[in-house]
């Protein structure tokens, strides 16, 4: 997957209109985003997340506190990106659950929502509908696509200053490589009854 472009309205720290144009880096194999603390730069990862998958990039964030808390009552928060995968584009809008002051003065409710546009330019409606359809186009769920696509800030921090022990405990939360561990552990159990059963015979054999 490619990123194309990624606009957001009244999300995170944004109260106004954000544009990022990715299309400026073309031929740029790698660039960085950077700012001070605070300055709102997970909340682009968390964007791009949100946008394909309804969730952060991080796991301390919710999808109902997207909106923006300084933006006014009558905005709608929304996140728009567009992006390329095997060589063809497609644009995703979401937005979160949030409230909204209506024409009548009413706070009122406004559920999560989702359109994909594909293509062939036909849409796709609805968070239970593009939900699945962006999990089979992408091929990986978004727990995947946190662990091989964005190393959460924390974590990154935590790997830098970690010993061995447990930077190994991190690589293993962030590729999940649990079901490896369960598996070593248990071949080694079952080494040592098997190195156990040797021994038996071996004095046995001795004895006779």
Do not use: C, W
């Not at 809008?93 to 293509?119: F, I, M, W």
């Not at 849409?123 to 091989?148: H, M």
């Amino acid at each position: 997957m490619k990123p194309l472009k990624l606009i957001m309205e009244a999300f995170g720290p944004y109260v106004t209109r954000q544009e990022i144009d990715f299309t400026r880096f073309d031929g740029q194999n790698l660039f960085v985003i950077t700012g001070p603390t605070g300055a709102g730069k997970t909340t682009i990862f968390d964007a791009i997340s949100f946008a394909l998958f309804g969730d952060s990039s991080g796991d301390n964030r919710e999808s109902e506190n997207f909106k923006s808390d300084y933006a006014p009552d009558d905005a709608v928060s929304r996140v728009e990106f567009s992006f390329l995968l095997k060589g063809k584009e497609y644009r995703i809008v979401r937005y979160p659950k949030q409230t909204r002051l209506s024409s009548r003065g009413n706070l009122r409710v406004l559920n999560s929502d989702a359109e994909l546009t594909l293509p062939d330019k036909s849409a796709v409606t609805g968070v239970r509908n593009v939900d699945p359809l962006i999990v089979e186009l992408l091929g990986i769920s978004k727990d995947r696509f946190k662990q091989i696509a964005m190393l959460p800030q924390g974590e990154y921090k935590k790997l830098l200053y970690a010993n061995s022990k447990e930077k190994q405990e991190i690589f293993r939360k962030v590729f999940s490589t649990q079901d490896y561990l369960h598996v070593t552990e248990a071949l080694q159990a079952r080494t040592k009854k098997m190195e156990e059963e040797l021994a038996e015979q071996q004095k046995n054999i001795q004895l006779h």
